[in-house]
């Protein structure tokens, strides 16, 4: 079946230094949706790509679906200690309602 | 609005009580998600429910887990009986739309003693 994969599992960077994160499916997306988990909180959507090769922007954050819709990237410029928390990538199954999480990429910002 | 509301915050239980998590989704949002979050597998979802109607429920672990949607404004999440390794977060998430973002609650953290 479908699998959403991302990497890496877990990221440690120094405030001001840049952190990608990666998100993989098997199979065409029809849409990627990007989601921040906060230490003890809950997942708050970020944004949705769905456009080959789409790009957005978000302040620090770039946001890119690949040409295939089978890759998808979040890179942070110059990340400070408020980006800490967990990134998740989420994809749609069969059909636009039941969408798939990625593991995750857990984003740590040493000060 | 207030978000989605989910009840109780904490719940601790022993092994073989039945537990019953409770969501309450936001206003005019047609799609209800129930998913369970682990450090081992992630976050899982469970089932989910359009119109009040569940059109998935394969991510169900087993016969001990069920959930209702009676109205559009409430949702329940049963696990009886509970065990040991029911233990972890549960997030109720709701949406307007197929496809659009999902608002997630602020999760009910289960644990079965």
């Known amino acids: 079946g479908q699998q959403v994969m991302q990497i890496p599992q877990y990221q440690h960077v120094q405030e001001g230094e840049d952190f990608t994160t990666y998100c993989n499916s098997s199979?065409?997306?029809?849409?990627i949706q990007w989601y921040k988990q906060r230490p003890g909180g809950h997942p708050v959507f970020l944004i949705q790509?769905?456009?080959?090769?789409e790009v957005k922007k978000q302040k620090r954050l770039t946001f890119q679906f690949g040409e295939a819709k089978k890759n998808s990237s979040l890179h942070i410029t110059a990340t400070q200690t408020t980006d800490v928390g967990t990134y998740f990538c989420?994809?749609?199954?069969?059909?636009?309602?039941?969408?798939?999480f990625g593991s995750g990429t857990k984003l740590n910002v040493k000060p | 609005d207030a978000g989605v509301i989910q009840s109780p915050r904490h719940e601790v239980t022993e092994m073989g009580q039945e537990v019953t998590l409770r969501c309450k989704p936001i206003?005019?949002?047609?799609?209800l998600f129930w998913y369970r979050q682990t450090m081992m597998r992630g976050l899982e979802l469970l089932i989910y429910?359009?119109?009040?109607?569940?059109?998935?429920d394969s991510g169900m672990p087993e016969d001990r887990f069920s959930a209702k949607m009676p109205n559009a404004s409430f949702s329940t999440l049963k696990i009886q009986p509970s065990e040991p390794r029911d233990s972890a977060v549960y997030f109720c998430?709701?949406?307007?739309?197929?496809?659009?973002?999902?608002?997630f609650g602020p999760g009910t953290r289960l644990t079965v003693l």
């Open positions: 199979t065409t997306l029809s849409n």
């Open positions: 998430a709701s949406s307007s739309q197929g496809g659009n973002e999902q608002f």
């Open positions: 790509l769905v456009k080959s090769g």
């Open positions: 989420a994809g749609p199954r069969y059909n636009f309602n039941k969408f798939y």
């Open positions: 429910f359009n119109n009040n109607v569940p059109i998935d």
């Open positions: 206003s005019g949002h047609n799609s």
